[in-house]
């Protein structure tokens, strides 16, 4: 049986950020679409249904908190990642108070963010199956 694609939206504000995830994430075999500002990321979210969002959390005009809070009032499902240089524990307490899946301190190390993603698709499949 094949793998179920995820559709994977990344938001970041440093376009080479956004880039190299792009390339791991779609020959992990996931739809990944890249968004270099919030307010185009926040457009598109009206459009599509995401599975996952990978979200910088500092980011001018539109941040991570906002998309998050879009995210979850579309779609209470989605599972939303932070990314942050920013670790600050008052802005990881309220991104959790307002259902982020899980936040992640830049620099990271890709395979723990693609830790978190795993944990992320078997929460996806637990609901689907549940529906």
Wanted: aromatic residues 8%.
């Amino acid at each position: 049986m094949e793998k179920e694609k995820y559709l994977m939206m990344v938001v970041d504000d440093e376009p080479i950020v956004g880039k190299r995830l792009k390339q791991i994430f779609d020959k992990a075999g996931y739809n990944t679409e890249v968004f270099t500002d919030g307010r185009s990321a926040l457009k598109d979210l009206h459009r599509n249904i995401y599975d996952i969002i990978v979200t910088d959390l500092r980011m001018d005009d539109v941040d991570g908190m906002k998309i998050l809070e879009e995210a979850i009032e579309i779609n209470p499902h989605i599972k939303v990642i932070m990314i942050t240089a920013f670790a600050e524990m008052e802005i990881a307490k309220e991104a959790f108070k307002k259902g982020v899946f899980d936040f992640i301190a830049k620099p990271f190390k890709i395979d723990d963010l693609r830790k978190v993603i795993a944990r992320a698709e078997k929460e996806i499949s637990k609901t689907r199956g549940n529906l």
